[in-house]
């Protein structure tokens, strides 16, 4: 356990305990990054002083790694992995020795880039830019579940140039996170030469400007950095930045200030003088060999809690309504945080709240909606750490910013194993008048490269109710997405509605929406309605295809494309780019399991312009008479 910061000064006793503990962790981070031959020594050198103070002082516990209360650390410059691992094995979380002798092995824990298997270790980063936003996160997780936690985020000077960190300053200023403390490694050095001439920037002055109380340290001097890390923590009425004066490769003469050691290994004759210079042994031998004799075993995979969810009673839409997918969403919300009062809930908005119904939730449940602005990327990360501290989070943003914009933070937080509800708005052509730059057609393609996240496209208000629902109970990632116009609610044949009273959301699961076996036609979300009406058509000319609503695109029930295939004819019909969707998702399913009906692809051809949604799909060969059309056509009656 650390000693916390209500002491005046470090004594004496630790001081001298952690002045010996920076010499040998500098030969740590020497010796890993020389066996592995690569990584990045100097800023990790830079850094050590830094991490030191912090991991011994703050409340954490190498023997209680679970504890939910205590401190968060992240470290946002993530490449300074070494000095971490160097830090974290010395104070007792791990056995040092395997970080040394395993760094960036394969299969090893100790990667390139701090990951949060590793004791310790918070969150996964590398990519620079994101970790105050991710500190936010957990500051704002702190406040929505009662916990008195302080969130220290480490980050380098050259990643504030990013604009990710700005917005997240000013997150934190707006929602008061004055739990949340920011130390800059301040060595003035990165990869291409000194930070002045590679993109000057006011760092104070940005911090202040944006209301934050700031800091200045000796980032080689123990006492220093201690004094400013307990004043910032007792700091009540701002969140702080401490600017530690640092040195690239300090420790080392001919490393110091020298920015080639920044992302280069130590040739063995230099590092040979680096250990001569600490006063250490050259044990690098006893290291390789320890090395080639890993054996890599099952990591412990650190949990976060995931809140208990009453999903509560599912709205049904009869067939007179005329509402939209995003209504449905927005009063999902409502009913899940009006059935849960004590649970810790959060959605954030980035300026669309009115356009994505999240207004409806800030209306009557103001402090579980965090209006961020216009900071997609930044709010992106802060609701995936959010949604690790025990709060049901939801993120809802357009199409083309909560995932075109954003795919790199989602990337992240999936590496993470959040706990995400996105749900975005605004799909496909059905954006209409807002033009090709608003209609997001590719995020089936985008989305399909994470492997954590699972996708809802619901074809209805009443699949959309039930999705939501199911979304908030079920842990993980989701992306639950829709359209901008009404729709209609889908009936059976009898004119009831099919996903009302009786149906329960079934992920992977295809609906028939109509039978047939003459063909069958693979629809999603807005596309679902336009195929009943073209059945009704082909039905009027002798035709009766099976319509088959997929409302899990990329993971598709294999059992259902089997049983299409056996009519002979395939079609799949999407708002979306016919190369990256549903088409491919159906394909994939039909070659691997050996079948060979006909088959044919309806999709986003090209960029959409501005129009009714209607005549978009018109102009791009999608509506419902194009879809009569094709099945003729396919069918050789013609």
């Not at 002083?49 to 209360?69: F, H, Q, R, T």
């Not at 800059?184 to 002045?196: F, S």
Request: contains cysteine.
């Amino acid at each position: 356990m650390g000693i916390g910061f209500t002491q005046e000064r470090l004594s004496d006793e630790h001081l001298a305990r952690i002045r010996e503990l920076a010499r040998l962790a500098r030969g740590d981070i020497l010796k890993m990054t020389t066996l592995a031959g690569s990584g990045h020594p100097g800023g990790s050198m830079s850094s050590i002083d830094i991490y030191l103070v912090l991991y011994s002082c703050a409340n954490v516990d190498p023997k209680n790694l679970e504890d939910p209360d205590r401190d968060r650390i992240v470290v946002s410059h993530g490449h300074t992995s070494p000095g971490v691992y160097a830090a974290l094995g010395r104070l007792g979380f791990f056995d040092i020795d395997q970080a040394v002798a395993t760094f960036r092995k394969t299969e090893s824990i100790f990667e390139g880039h701090v990951e949060r298997h590793v004791p310790g270790v918070e969150w996964s980063t590398g990519n620079l830019g994101q970790g105050l936003a991710a500190g936010c996160g957990f500051a704002l997780a702190a406040k929505l579940t009662g916990k008195s936690y302080h969130t220290f985020v480490a980050m380098s000077d050259a990643e504030q140039a990013k604009g990710m960190v700005a917005e997240a300053r000013r997150f934190a200023k707006k929602y008061g996170l004055t739990d949340l403390t920011v130390i800059v490694d301040y060595n003035h050095a990165q990869i291409d030469g000194r930070l002045e001439e590679v993109m000057p920037q006011n760092i104070k002055g940005g911090y202040r400007a944006d209301g934050w109380k700031v800091l200045e340290a000796d980032g080689h001097d123990f006492q220093s950095i201690y004094q400013a890390l307990r004043e910032a923590v007792h700091t009540e009425d701002a969140p702080v930045v401490i600017l530690a004066e640092t040195v690239m490769g300090k420790g080392v003469s001919f490393m110091e200030g020298n920015v080639a050691f920044h992302g280069k290994a130590l040739s063995l004759e230099q590092y040979r003088r680096a250990m001569e210079e600490l006063g250490l042994e050259d044990d690098l031998e006893v290291y390789r060999k320890m090395r080639e004799e890993f054996r890599p075993s099952e990591p412990a995979k650190p949990g976060f809690p995931q809140p208990a969810v009453d999903p509560g009673e599912s709205r049904t839409y009869g067939p007179e309504v005329q509402t939209d997918n995003r209504t449905a969403f927005g009063r999902a919300l409502v009913d899940i945080a009006n059935r849960n009062p004590d649970l810790p809930m959060a959605a954030l908005d980035c300026d669309l709240a009115p356009s994505v119904k999240t207004d409806q939730l800030w209306r009557e449940h103001p402090h579980r909606f965090f209006e961020a602005g216009v900071q997609e990327h930044s709010t992106a990360i802060i609701a995936g750490t959010l949604s690790v501290g025990g709060v049901l989070t939801f993120f809802a943003d357009f199409g083309v910013f909560g995932v075109d914009e954003t795919f790199n933070q989602h990337r992240l937080s999936d590496i993470n194993g959040t706990n995400l509800k996105l749900v975005c708005t605004h799909l496909g052509l059905d954006v209409g008048e807002d033009g090709k730059t608003h209609q997001c057609t590719d995020y089936l393609g985008v989305l399909r490269n994470l492997f954590g996240f699972k996708i809802i496209i619901p074809a209805d208000p009443n699949q959309t109710d039930r999705a939501i629902r199911y979304a908030a109970r079920t842990s993980g990632n989701f992306f639950v997405g829709m359209g901008r116009s009404k729709v209609p609610v889908i009936l059976d044949e009898e004119g009831e509605p099919l996903f009302g009273e009786g149906y329960e959301f079934e992920y992977g699961r295809v609906n028939v929406v109509r039978e047939g076996e003459d063909g069958a036609v693979f629809a999603m979300g807005p596309m679902v309605h336009r195929a009943v009406r073209a059945w009704e058509m082909l039905k009027g000319q002798g035709v009766k295809v099976r319509v088959l609503n997929v409302p899990c695109p990329t993971d598709p029930d294999r059992e259902a494309v089997r049983r299409a295939a056996e009519t002979g004819l395939v079609v799949t019909y999407e708002d979306h780019h016919i190369d990256t969707g549903l088409g491919s998702s159906v394909a994939l399913v039909l070659a691997e399991e050996g079948l060979s009906p006909k088959f044919v692809r309806m999709g986003i051809r090209t960029y959409g312009g501005s129009g009714k949604p209607d005549e978009l799909f018109a102009s791009q060969g999608l509506s419902p008479e194009d879809l009569v059309r094709t099945v003729i056509g396919a069918l050789g009656r013609e």
